[in-house]
């Protein structure tokens, strides 16, 4: 039996990268999956993979900055699989890197959207079926920029990300009674195919970024997942409102 077995997950941001690795790993777990995001094609070519693989797995778009895309997402997750005991708040969006005195206010509002609102929201559409379940866990993705390293860090992702780091813990705190637990993950820098590789194209740009990363390399995107799987899964049953730093070392400099 898989560490899911039995549970129902609805992960967000799932139609490429971080977000469908975690449904490909979810799935072989025994967990049924609502693979949210807004592309759609990608989406649906994720659901069919795994559905040849033998997996469970339905996707639904969810724009995670809509209040109604939630509602009917976590209906969507109820309808196919009958219940809801895991979220992943996964989805986010990375601005434009320039200083504070060149961000805009429309770039602001979007990032934060995304970023701080959509957990807000997916937080809010899934207490009432996981109180159903008899408790849940949720995942909140953060990131190292949440905590440290300011100096080389985008001060308007990092806010967003300090908003989901805090937001964990009184969700944690507030939703203990309901057997509700909820969770942040930290990446440091996470070697994807899309946005974090073309961030890094540069020689000289990656050598000073690697210079901050005691371990001398980027993360890989299934070490960060193995510790989503730890959170979401029983194995963290005594675990909530705590920070799982995933960063190389990044932090302790």
Request: with cysteine; glycine share 12%.
């Amino acid at each position: 039996m898989g560490k899911l077995a039995g549970k129902v997950a609805l992960i967000t941001g799932a139609a490429g990268g971080m977000g469908a690795e975690m449904a490909r790993v979810f799935t072989r777990e025994g967990a049924a999956v609502l693979a949210g995001d807004i592309a759609d094609e990608a989406g649906k070519r994720l659901e069919s993979e795994i559905l040849a693989a033998g997996g469970r797995i339905a996707y639904c778009r969810l724009d995670v900055s809509c209040e109604s895309d939630w509602l009917n997402a976590v209906q969507e997750a109820v309808r196919h699989f009958g219940r809801l005991d895991i979220l992943v708040n996964n989805a986010a969006i990375v601005p434009r890197n320039v200083s504070i005195e060149e961000r805009t206010v429309e770039e602001w509002d979007a990032v934060m959207a995304v970023n701080a609102r959509g957990v807000f929201l997916g937080t809010k559409a899934v207490i009432p079926e996981m109180r159903k379940a008899g408790g849940g866990s949720i995942v909140n993705l953060s990131s190292i920029a949440a905590i440290g390293q300011s100096q080389i860090m985008e001060a308007t992702y990092a806010a967003s990300k300090g908003a989901v780091r805090i937001f964990t813990k009184t969700t944690a705190a507030q939703l203990a009674k309901d057997g509700i637990r909820c969770n942040s993950v930290h990446p440091g820098p996470i070697d994807t195919p899309g946005m974090f590789r073309s961030t890094y194209s540069n020689p000289e740009l990656l050598a000073r970024r690697l210079s901050r990363i005691p371990l001398g390399r980027f993360g890989r995107m299934e070490e960060v997942v193995a510790g989503v799987l730890y959170l979401a899964s029983d194995d963290a049953s005594y675990t909530s409102g705590t920070e799982l730093i995933i960063d190389g070392g990044a932090l302790t400099q």
